[in-house]
């Protein structure tokens, strides 16, 4: 059973461009979780998605940042007109929906803006 | 809103000795609680998880961890520490909203070295 699977690992761009990360959860797994880890702050939560729905946005900065999990294909965290500040490393976690409250992470996006 | 603390930046033990990384939870009802380790440049892997039930807990590698509700706490323990033990530790509470869980909480990490 393949674990949660995320693209790139390593991304780099320059201020002013978009990126766009992608996360395929574990098999069987109809919740998906976004967080990111900077430095100095630690794991943050950003948002929680089911298929086709964004449940909790709570923790995803008001703009230039967006996320999507369609009915087909992998989750996608999508951030337009990237800052020095966006930089960091992304973690895509999944959990089953019936019972199972326990998350499982990718491996994470490294994310460099220039 | 819940939160976690891990009083501990940075631990150091020798093999083979016994560890213990602290944990203090702050939520209103029975938490979710979780240790994940991460090595460098990895993601983070599940130790172990307390929902109810038996408060001492067994998770992978050897660790364990003891809820304690009167403390609000969720120590991880292991009797003893193997070099490739070194990582960073979070303990994470899970809200629940409704019944069911939504996002995790993070301690800000605990740093383990092990001295051979």
């Known amino acids: 059973n393949a674990g949660v699977m995320q693209n790139p690992r390593h991304l780099v761009r320059r201020r002013g461009q978009e990126a766009r990360l992608r996360c395929s959860p574990m098999?069987?797994?109809?919740?998906v979780y976004w967080y990111r880890q900077l430095p100095e702050e630690g794991l943050k939560f950003m948002v929680y998605l089911q298929k086709e729905n964004i449940i909790d946005e709570s923790g995803m900065p008001k703009e230039r940042f967006s996320a999507e999990f369609p009915k087909e294909g992998p989750s996608i965290l999508r951030i337009q007109q990237v800052v020095r500040g966006d930089s960091a490393a992304y973690f895509c976690?999944?959990?089953?929906?019936?019972?199972?409250?326990?998350?499982?992470f990718g491996p994470g996006t490294r994310l460099t803006v220039t | 809103a819940q939160s976690v603390t891990q009083p501990d930046i940075h631990i150091t033990v020798s093999e083979g000795a016994s560890l213990e990384l602290r944990c203090n939870y702050s939520y209103g009802a029975t938490p979710y609680l979780f240790w994940y380790v991460q090595s460098p440049g990895q993601g983070l892997q599940l130790l172990l998880k307390y929902f109810s039930g038996d408060t001492l807990v067994q998770g992978i590698k050897g660790f364990e961890a003891e809820f304690k509700r009167s403390q609000s706490s969720f120590n991880l323990r292991k009797p003893s520490v193997h070099w490739s033990d070194a990582a960073e530790y979070f303990c994470a509470v899970g809200a629940s909203a409704s019944g069911s869980a939504r996002q995790l909480t993070f301690g800000s990490g605990t740093q383990l070295t092990v001295l051979p």
């Open positions: 098999k069987g797994h109809s919740h």
């Open positions: 976690a999944s959990r089953t929906g019936v019972g199972g409250y326990e998350q499982y």
